[in-house]
């Protein structure tokens, strides 16, 4: 069975000092180097958050505050800080994460009008990014889930990987959420669960 594993949105802005990080983000990169350098992965694919500095999931394009929703093309948007803008620092892969054995970059949430949580597609199910064509290419059947966060574009990954139909694992030690809510890690953890998502210690 071949595999790959998918590493979410390992970039600047949502690791420690970013404009949204997330707790803990800077202690999954040894451990996510740690898998390349140990498993054999037939590929090895990063997800990248590049977003148009006017997209509208920005709470600043909306006159909105972080953390209030909105609705956005019939679909419920949280407001965000502005991050990972394409061609800035913020919306860099980190510098401690190796690169070295990367086969492919899917970038996503390019879209102005709809954000992109899922490696695999936008919210809305209109677009997808290309992930799957290129798995299903390769012959891919097995994939290992890695990244940031866990609550938010690594469920969606994940969710969406079970739904196209491949094996999907989960590390638990190469993930940390958000937690917007305190329990948000913990709902996570159980709809991924429900939809099939193996998760490893």
């Known amino acids: 069975m071949k595999k790959a594993l998918i590493i ?3 970039q ?3 690791c420690e000092g970013g404009a949204l990080a997330v707790p803990g983000a800077n202690e999954i990169i040894p451990y996510i180097n740690l898998l390349m350098e140990e498993n ?3 590929q090895i694919v990063l997800t990248q958050d590049w977003h148009p500095a006017n997209h509208k999931s920005f709470a600043s394009n909306n006159g909105q ?3 209030e929703s909105i609705i956005l093309n019939g679909v419920p948007q949280f407001m965000w800080p502005d991050h990972c803008v394409q061609g800035t620092f913020g919306a860099e892969f980190h510098k401690d994460l190796n690169r070295d054995k990367v086969t492919h970059i899917i970038q996503k949430g390019k879209n102005t009008e709809i954000d992109a949580y899922s490696g695999f597609q936008d919210n809305n199910h ?4 290309g992930l799957d064509d290129f798995l299903k290419y390769h012959e891919i059947q097995l994939l290992e889930i890695v990244g940031l966060a866990m609550d938010y574009c690594v469920k969606f990954t994940c969710t969406d990987a079970v739904a196209n139909g491949y094996v999907t694992c989960l590390h638990f030690n190469g993930t940390r959420a958000v ?3 305190p329990d948000n890690a913990r709902d ?3 709809e991924m669960l429900q939809k099939g998502v193996t ?3």
């Open 12 to 14: 600047n802005d949502f």
């Open 199 to 201: 998760v490893l210690g």
């Open 179 to 181: 937690n917007v809510k």
């Open 40 to 42: 054999e992965y037939d």
């Open 65 to 67: 505050k972080v953390g």
């Open 8 to 10: 979410v949105d390992v």
């Open 188 to 190: 996570a953890i159980f």
């Open 126 to 129: 209109f677009m997808k990014t």
